[in-house]
């Protein structure tokens, strides 16, 4: 019996330090969509580190437990394996304290889902520990060796590298209860959205999705009543929480942002919202990671134009690739509802300033001066994406002019903050190659001194390492860079020391709050600092 409880004291002991060890990848793990498979391909990076630490909690603490063990080997078997439990512990608090220094960008958001899986892993933990704690006693009474019974509770030190297992197979037995729980939320939300009458709205692309939406609402907000999905809810559920909320009765007007990591996703998404209008902004590498090539990124947008009723407004680099298509992807009837915009002939006199955006924007049915708060070429082309496609639902030229005026600055979407006299363009959300190139050109239009903090870009798949290298280019010449993080700053670094980029004004820190210390003690009056895509820690 005592040596039972003694197992479940340490059983309890050894997963509290387990759990609180690991939470970081309980954080990746909720960034990844609780999805396994892209949780196991983040894990799995060559150039991500954090398995490597878990391996060096592990052998430091295998190697320390087996030493103590044999050097109270003098004192009796029960001796030894008290004195060797204690650099285990040792280093399992070490782990715990070290880790925290790997802040997450993303806080881990304690929902409802998270609490049940945390119980879930929590109880895994335990139930492994226990049994693996009970097969080792046993295997020691079996082999009645004095020296085996001294060391059998050594090869305990490796549970660290089954951790992130667990947790994948936590996560597939919550997924048990929540995901069809998720499927009767979003068909009830279907249910919903089918008894009214709203106006529904989708916007869709590999950029520029939440810009756009913003942009959107403000304008057509001069004719109706709109709700919009918050933040960066794209997905079905994110969708139903948009839909269930108080925010949606009595208004006329629904938009919708739609995400997708692979085909159908947006399919799924039209069968929910049966948007009447979307706006399609453009595709680029991002996501190739989970696609393959740009091309199916192209495919898999497409399937908008069957999934919309009335027009899709799309960005004007996407007119040849669309109708390049086949006819079984996209249709002649697909086509009918596409409006290409021409931002050649939508945008005049554009003036690109370190504060501000203005030009001229050609309608249909009047001309309207734009001066606004938003930064860059990208955001002139997205206020004329998104007046062009409420032109089509059919607001005048004075109401779309009216709706501009509204337009507030986007957080972390290349947002100006002045503070202490220091410029930040707060860029923290974009992490797309076309997006960081238009941040570059924003901070060059300052005239201090130029500073750029960033982790590289994000879901390129095969293309990480030559995309990483073509921004790492772009940002030679600049007066500081900070490259943020162990996961994709590989290449960025080669790329601007390719480009002639000075060693001395290159610095890599671990996270970003180390970066943001180290700014704290070098900024100057006028300087203009860029946060250039914060990644998230599950990439």
């Known amino acids: ?42 894990l799995r990076r060559k150039d991500n580190l954090y398995y490597n630490r878990l391996a060096l909690w592990s052998g430091l603490s295998l190697l320390s437990t087996a030493l103590v063990a044999l050097v109270f080997s003098f004192a009796g078997t029960k001796a030894a394996l008290l004195f060797s439990a204690l650099p285990f512990f040792f280093f399992c608090i070490l782990f ?33 520990s226990y049994i693996v704690i009970a097969l080792l006693a046993f295997f020691g009474q079996l082999a009645g060796s004095g020296l085996y019974q001294i060391f059998r509770f050594v090869p305990f030190t490796l549970m660290p590298l089954l ?16 995901n069809p729980r998720n499927r009767r939320f979003v068909k009830k939300t279907g249910q919903v959205l089918n008894e009214t009458q709203i106006l529904r709205v989708a916007v869709v692309g590999s950029y520029g999705k939440t810009s756009v939406k913003n942009i959107l609402q403000s304008i057509l907000s001069a004719r109706f009543s709109v709700v919009a ?21 009595g208004k006329q007007v629904l938009i919708a942002e739609m995400g997708a990591r692979r085909a159908g996703d947006i ?16 595709v ?82 009047g001309r309207v001066f734009v001066q606004t708060c938003l930064l860059g070429r990208h955001s002139a082309e997205n206020i004329a994406l998104a007046a062009l496609l409420a032109s089509e639902m059919g607001l005048t030229a004075a109401e779309i002019e009216e709706g501009i005026a509204r337009i507030s600055p ?40 130029k500073i750029v903090v960033t982790p590289g870009l994000v879901e390129t798949g095969i293309l990480d390492e030559a ?44 996270t970003l709050d180390g970066a943001k210390d180290l700014l704290s003690g070098a900024l100057q009056k006028g300087d203009a600092v860029l946060f250039l895509n914060d990644l998230p820690d599950a990439w």
């Not at 951790?163 to 929540?178: F, M, S």
């Not at 943020?484 to 960025?492: E, K, L, P, R, S």
């Open 163 to 178: 951790l992130p297992w667990l947790l994948v197979a936590a996560g597939a037995i919550d997924g048990l209860y929540e």
């Open 284 to 365: 680029c590498a991002q996501h190739i990671e989970t696609f393959g090539s740009e091309e199916n990124v192209l495919k898999a947008k497409c399937e908008i134009l069957k999934g919309t009723a009335r027009k899709v407004v799309c960005g004007g680099a996407l007119k040849e690739k669309i109708q390049s298509l086949p006819v079984e992807i996209v249709s002649p009837a697909d086509l009918e509802k596409c409006v290409f915009a021409d931002f050649g002939n939508l945008i005049e006199g554009l003036e690109l300033r370190a504060d501000s955006t203005s030009f001229v924007l050609c309608l249909p049915d």
């Open 229 to 249: 999905t918050p933040a960066s809810y794209n997905t079905p559920v994110g969708i139903a929480k948009t839909v269930t909320s108080p925010e949606f009765a």
């Open 96 to 128: 715990c304290i070290a880790d925290r220094k790997y802040a997450f960008k993303v806080p881990l958001a304690i929902t409802g889902r998270i609490r049940r899986l945390s119980a879930v892993y929590i109880l895994l933990i335990a139930c492994v």
């Open 410 to 449: 986007i957080p972390h979407r290349l947002q100006l903050i002045e503070s202490g006299g220091v410029h930040i363009l707060d860029d923290s959300y974009n992490s797309n190659p076309e997006g960081a190139a238009e941040a570059v050109e924003a901070l060059l239009r300052f005239s201090g001194r």
């Open 1 to 42: 019996m005592g040596d039972v409880l003694s197992r479940i004291a340490a059983c309890i002991a050894c997963t509290c330090f387990f759990f609180l060890g690991t939470l970081k990848s309980l954080g990746a793990f909720q960034q990844c969509g609780y999805a396994g498979g892209r949780f196991v391909r983040w």
């Open 467 to 510: 995309l990483g290298r073509q921004l790492g280019a772009r940002l030679a010449g600049l007066d500081l860079v900070i490259l943020v993080g162990d996961t994709q700053v590989g290449a960025v670094k080669a790329g601007y020391l390719d480009a002639g980029g000075a060693e001395e004004n290159l610095i890599v820190c671990p």
């Open 267 to 282: 399919a799924e998404l039209c069968d929910l919202v049966k948007p009447d209008y979307a706006a399609f902004t453009g």
